[in-house]
């Protein structure tokens, strides 16, 4: 999995991060900031393995 | 010669005389005594032929006769005349001696044996009652037991035990979900080279180095199945020589909440069974199947090979995975925690071991151990599959067949989409996609949001994906009444639940709607 352009987004309900926004083999995708996600969890990994990083939202 | 006076004792004198002498024939008084005692006509010269007339001519003599003599001649020794009696009652006899028990003529109390008898005893060949209740089950050893002998409350019967039984065709009974591949919300995917969910919901390619494929929903299935859909995997470009570290494994995760009836962990654990229709085009070769378990610190397989003998030909396979009581204790959650596996080629590293058929721990080398076949070698060996089924116990049974609308509800769960059945995302369609009323005052170029309602709670909460109409995601349409469509506007898509999502855009361009497709994805 190919995950470039990460970058957390602010929610326009509640006002604060629950989503994190990158570019996943070549799709823009939206991936909830939750345990049971697999996508989540492979962003996590991606990061603790300091293969990418998450911006801080706009 | 001188006379001599006789006188009384001269008389005396004389009859001493005469009867002394040797020749007188004298009379003497013993003669006449015997004469005295002679009855009157006494004879003394009958024949013994006289005499014996006269003794058999008696009427009252009990004379013995020739005849009886010829009769008694005829008797042998220590002989009698006796007639045997007919007996009657619960022993009757004949004249000749037969005898016969009667009818109901023996019952219980005429039984000489040792114990008591009663209403649940038997009399065994050692002559003693005996209960019937102490006879052991290993003393059946021969016969059928009548249906009527299994009647009321049966014990509890291992399923493995039960031959000549037809299936049985309770509901639910297959775990896995799309086993037929009828529902293939994706579409057709192609030049492949990495690890997806493929084209038949709920199935995923995890592969490394092993060519690139496409895959696809087809209609080449086993004859007389039932089937109407199978998931086609083409190898597009080949990758000839299998690397160690290459593989490629079709792969089903569950969640672990969905197999918590199979106890593993426990002493209670139950075997599964997988089985599944399989074909390969241009192949032939051994491949493998397995389980894995995993934990943080336990990680388990176990795997089987299956000899595939003739391309061309649909084979069906039955993977017999037995109970795994020292294994991983399942969590009861949504997470996938087991991985069912086919292995469709494998490197050195997967195959240079030996294959656990039994649950092990986890050795890579032993997964895949004796694999042959390396589909990824030609871009001929196209790989067929439907008819998956993983259930409980270990006899595989038919197929269980569930509705288009039941099945599609259940891929739901996981994956969802605006675009058509069928439909790859990102195609450039209007057909499914959503509308966002904005202001209805006017054309803005403000927020246009709006919420959607997924068609069924997810596995989690899903990442979506936005798309404008000709299939950019991270996009949305803004569109003025239809007149003014500006496409590949930035859309922000979010959710917070299970059940729905918000999305929003805001743009230079004015619009009185948003308009979007959007894909949702809760798979594990």
Redesign the interface.
């Known amino acids: ?1 190919i995950i470039t352009n990460a970058k957390y ?1 602010t ?4 006002g604060v991060d ?2 994190v ?1 990158a570019t996943i ?1 070549g ?6 900031m ?1 345990s ?5 969890i492979e962003i996590l990994k991606q990061v603790a393995d300091g293969d990418i990083t998450i911006a801080e939202a706009d | 010669m001188a006379i001599t006076k006789v006188t009384s004792g001269g008389i005396s004198d004389i009859a001493a005389a005469v009867e002394g002498a040797s020749d007188s024939n004298k009379f003497t008084d013993a003669d006449h005594s015997k004469l005295n005692a002679i009855e009157a006509s006494a004879t003394v010269d009958q024949t013994n032929a006289e005499i014996k007339a006269a003794v058999e001519a008696a009427t009252d003599s009990n004379t013995f006769t020739d005849a009886d003599h010829t009769k008694l001649n005829g008797v042998a020794a220590s002989s009698n005349n006796y007639v045997h009696p007919n007996h009657s009652g619960d022993v009757v006899s004949a004249a000749d001696g037969a005898m016969t028990i009667q009818t109901d003529a023996v019952d219980i109390a005429m039984l000489s044996a040792t114990g008591t008898p009663g209403s649940t005893t038997f009399l065994r060949g050692d002559n003693a009652w005996a209960t019937a209740g102490s006879t052991s089950a290993s003393d059946l050893t021969s016969g059928t037991l009548p249906m009527a002998r299994l009647s009321g409350t049966l014990p509890a019967l291992n399923g493995g035990s039960l031959t000549g039984v037809n299936a049985v065709n309770t509901g639910r009974k297959n775990i896995f979900i799309n086993g037929d591949m009828g529902v293939a919300q994706r579409g057709t995917q192609t030049g492949v080279t990495g690890s997806q969910y493929l084209a038949c919901d709920r199935w995923q390619m995890n592969m490394v180095d092993a060519g690139t494929w496409s895959y696809s929903q087809d209609t080449d299935v086993p004859a007389g199945q039932g089937f109407t859909h199978s998931l086609k995997m083409d190898c597009t470009t080949a990758d000839a020589a299998v690397a160690s570290g290459s593989y490629m494994r079709l792969q089903y995760r569950p969640e672990s909440q969905d197999l918590k009836q199979l106890g593993w962990g426990t002493s209670n654990a139950q075997p599964l069974v997988m089985s599944f229709w399989i074909k390969f085009d241009n192949l032939t070769g051994d491949f493998c199947t397995d389980v894995l378990s995993l934990t943080n610190s336990n990680n388990r397989t176990v795997s089987q090979k299956f000899t595939y003998g003739s391309a061309g030909v649909w084979q069906k396979c039955v993977f017999t995975i037995p109970a795994d009581t020292g294994g991983n204790i399942l969590e009861v959650d949504n997470n996938g925690q087991t991985y069912f596996q086919w292995f469709f080629q494998a490197g050195s590293d997967l195959t240079s071991g030996t294959l656990n058929t039994d649950w092990a721990t986890r050795v890579n080398a032993n997964r895949a151990a004796g694999q042959t076949l390396q589909a990824g070698s030609n871009t001929s060996n196209n790989i067929y599959l439907t008819g998956c089924q993983l259930e409980l116990g270990s006899t595989a049974t038919d197929f269980e067949y569930r509705s288009y609308g039941e099945e599609l509800a259940l891929c739901q769960r996981y994956w969802q989409q605006s675009y058509l059945s069928g439909v790859s995302a990102g195609t450039n369609t209007t057909s499914g996609s959503l509308y966002v009323p904005g202001s209805v005052g006017g054309a803005s170029t403000s927020y246009i949001a709006g919420t959607n309602n997924l068609v069924v709670q997810m596995r989690a909460n899903p990442t979506l994906v936005s798309y404008d109409m000709p299939g950019n995601s991270g996009k949305c349409r803004r569109d003025f009444f239809g007149t003014n469509n500006n496409d590949n506007q930035t859309a922000a898509i979010e959710t917070a639940c299970n059940h729905s999502f918000l999305i929003y855009s805001s743009g230079t361009y004015n619009a009185t709607v948003l308009l979007y497709h959007f894909t949702a994805s809760a798979e594990l």
């Open positions: 999995m987004q929610s326009m309900q509640s629950i989503t926004v083999d799709t823009v995708m939206s991936v909830p939750v049971d996600n697999t996508d989540y």
